[in-house]
């Protein structure tokens, strides 16, 4: 794989069992730009290796007074630094080659499973780690893997030298063959005090880069509450721990690197006090010993990379640790029938289990839709969309309200209606048609149902850029910006450049910063519709704007999605009394299902989350009717009861009474 190749067609299928399985598995589909990388620094560190050989016959060459051997030792030294050149050149091309392709492959891959998750991946991996993971963790990935075949070609070069030394040089030859091991493995004791600086570090630079991202999205909320000093105080704090943590960590790196100085330093001491020894009793040539003593100072550059590996591997080790936790979360479980028969399954997957089978068996009796087979179009998934876990029906081309006490609940069945969920439960997917959706290929469970979370993205560029996503077709984006009552949005981006001849030209910031809250809203929500799915879920699409636009959104929605099924989770009165159908879900179950205005009367939990309604409130519409009556079956102290000595109280007097006592809570309240 080259670099102008990418990015690759299919980035593959990581093992994310383990950080180290998943540095394997890079390695393991580089291993032809592995290979090149290690046959170029083979000839690299061996052209090396060959100047002090040289360095020694020439120098003999000199002392016995031979033109020829100094002439053949000169072309030998033109070749070994030809060679060198060459090596040097194209190993730094292969390797870096390998370090961009493997992060390519990384960024890659982290791609695919952010798109894969949605909205899930942030509830499940905090947005800090994952900016983390997709910068700066894909470098030190890619660090390590392009590191390994110059360590492996320098460390098979240093064993070729000392078998060289011993066959050339047997005397000194033993000392440097039983000194260099010694000098790669003497810092192995230090390493694991060093990795666990590094990692700490890295995971203390994770922690500050989540505080940093959060702090970077709610500035204008800190700023509105006066509340960006004390998070700025937070970061400056965790900027501290970071800083020293980088510096205890730097210093046990510069005591490795000045144990790998030291110690071939004493090593070459004892190599030329031995050496001088041997000359001077005749037992070795002066060319001998010059060959010798260059050698073990040419090997310091190769003992060189022990020291790059082991910081290689202890920086990337958390950054792959990091990078397998979220390719290995999963949109959902697997599908029942692919679960391991070798153990019986729990009571909660048992019941789990059960209630999708039922739950498909009603689907099918209800709707009279079979399952498309493997590969139908999207237009093939049609029918009423069910949840079992909370027994939520929406039926086929109606607007359905959902009103949910708990936001994040809302929150989380949205998801769960879109197949991608974010805490995943065997046997519980939502059913579309009688088809669970956690079946179907992500595209085309995405396509047959689109989920618009409460707090959607914009992304940078033109107006025109940002509603041009996939679309049936049949919703113009003139009929959409309309529909989410984008006018004013519209009349704001002109004015706000007036160089642009059409507002659809004019360029949004990041995450729409330069738009007011309810414009992103409405921007989003026309994007939503322009997609015109076959199933639109909307979370809170009017939280941000005022009542009158409210209204007339609700009006709009209703219009454009005639026929086709949408859900939509809001407390908001307006666009309850303009549903089709509203569904209360209390406690992770559907209680009640009607429309607004009998639910409000009827249901008490429903009126409750609806109107905000107290508990004083919540009381007198227990003992009152809808006649504004008393009831005859409401229990109170003034109801009912007896006057002094015996006699029965007057039902009028005590609804008076009981009327006098509900004004005085009232108005307290």
């Not at 939520?392 to 109606?398: D, K, M, S, T, W």
């Not at 996503?469 to 450049?497: E, F, M, R, T, W």
């Not at 905000?612 to 009831?631: I, K, P």
């Amino acid at each position: 794989m080259q670099i102008q190749d990418l990015p690759y067609p299919d980035p593959g299928v990581p093992d994310a069992r383990s950080g180290p399985r998943f540095l394997w598995w890079l390695g393991r589909n580089q291993l032809g730009g592995q290979l090149r990388a290690l046959a170029w620094g083979l000839l690299h560190f061996a052209s090396v290796s060959a100047l002090p050989f040289c360095v020694g016959l020439a120098v003999q060459a000199v002392v016995d007074r031979s033109g020829r051997r100094l002439a053949l030792t000169g072309g030998l030294l033109v070749l070994a630094c030809a060679g060198n050149a060459l090596g040097d050149t194209f190993l730094h091309r292969a390797a870096v080659t390998n370090w961009i392709t493997a992060a390519a492959r990384v960024q890659q891959l982290l791609a695919r499973k952010t798109a894969q998750l949605g909205s899930a991946l942030t509830r499940r991996v905090a947005a800090g780690e994952v900016v983390a993971v997709s910068t700066g963790d894909v470098e030190k990935i890619g660090w390590f893997v392009e590191a390994v075949s110059r360590f492996t070609a320098a460390a098979v070069t240093i064993v070729l030298v000392c078998v060289a030394l011993l066959v050339y040089q047997p005397a000194l030859g033993v000392i440097v063959a039983a000194g260099l091991p010694a000098l790669a493995l003497a810092v192995l004791p230090l390493l694991p005090r060093a990795t666990r600086r590094a990692d700490l570090q890295r995971e203390k630079a994770g922690r500050a880069t989540e505080l940093a991202s959060d702090t970077v999205a709610g500035l204008r909320v800190l700023r509105g509450i006066g509340g960006e000093e004390l998070f700025l105080d937070r970061y400056r704090r965790a900027s501290q721990e970071v800083r020293h943590a980088a510096v205890r960590s730097a210093r046990m790196w510069s005591l490795i690197s000045a144990i790998q100085v030291l110690l071939p330093g004493l090593l070459l001491i004892a190599v030329v006090w031995y050496g001088v020894h041997l000359a001077r009793t005749g037992r070795i040539t002066v060319g001998e010993l010059v060959t010798v003593y260059s050698s073990v100072m040419v090997l310091t550059y190769p003992l060189r990379h022990f020291e790059e590996i082991a910081m290689a591997y202890s920086f990337s080790r958390p950054s792959a640790r990091r990078a397998a936790r979220v390719l290995s979360l999963e949109r959902t479980s697997a599908p029942a029938a692919a679960e391991p028969t070798v153990a019986e399954p729990t009571a909660q997957q048992r019941t789990a289990k059960e209630r999708t089978a039922e739950a498909r068996t009603a689907e099918a009796r209800t709707s009279e839709v079979s399952p498309p087979p493997a590969g139908a179009s999207v237009s093939a998934l049609s029918g009423d969309l069910y949840d079992p876990e909370t027994g939520l029906r929406v039926p086929a081309g109606l607007l359905t309200a959902v009103v949910c006490g708990d936001p994040d609940a809302a929150g989380r069945l949205a998801d769960r209606l879109g197949g991608h969920p974010a805490e995943p439960e065997p046997g519980a997917s939502v059913l579309l048609g009688g088809v669970a959706l956690d079946e179907l290929p992500l595209d085309t469970a995405r396509t047959a149902v689109l989920v618009q979370d409460k707090d959607p993205v914009l992304l940078s560029g033109s107006l025109r850029d940002l509603l041009d996503v996939p679309s049936s077709g049949d919703v113009s984006a003139d009929a959409a910006l309309a529909a989410a009552q984008c006018s004013d949005v519209l009349d704001a981006l002109a004015q706000a450049s007036p160089v642009a001849g059409d507002p659809m030209d004019v360029r949004i910031t990041e995450r729409g910063r330069s738009l007011s809250g309810g414009q992103r809203q409405r921007l989003a929500l026309a994007r939503s519709l322009i997609t015109d799915p076959e199933v639109l879920v909307l979370d809170e699409p009017t939280s941000a704007v005022d009542s009158h636009t409210e209204a007339r959104i609700a009006e709009g929605l209703r219009a454009l999605r005639t026929g086709r099924t949408t859900v939509v989770f809001t407390s908001s009165p307006l666009l309850l009394d303009r549903a089709d159908r509203v569904v209360l879900v209390h406690e992770g179950t559907a209680v009640a299902v009607g429309v607004h205005r009998d639910l409000v009367r009827t249901e008490s939990r429903y009126r409750a989350v609806v109107t905000r309604e107290t508990d004083e409130e919540r009381a007198v519409h227990e003992v009152l009717s809808s006649d504004g009556t008393l009831r005859r079956d409401a229990r109170h102290p003034l109801a009912g009861g007896s006057a002094p000595g015996g006699a029965a109280r007057d039902p009028l007097e005590d609804e008076a009474a009981l009327r006098g006592a509900l004004e005085e809570i009232e108005e307290t309240a």
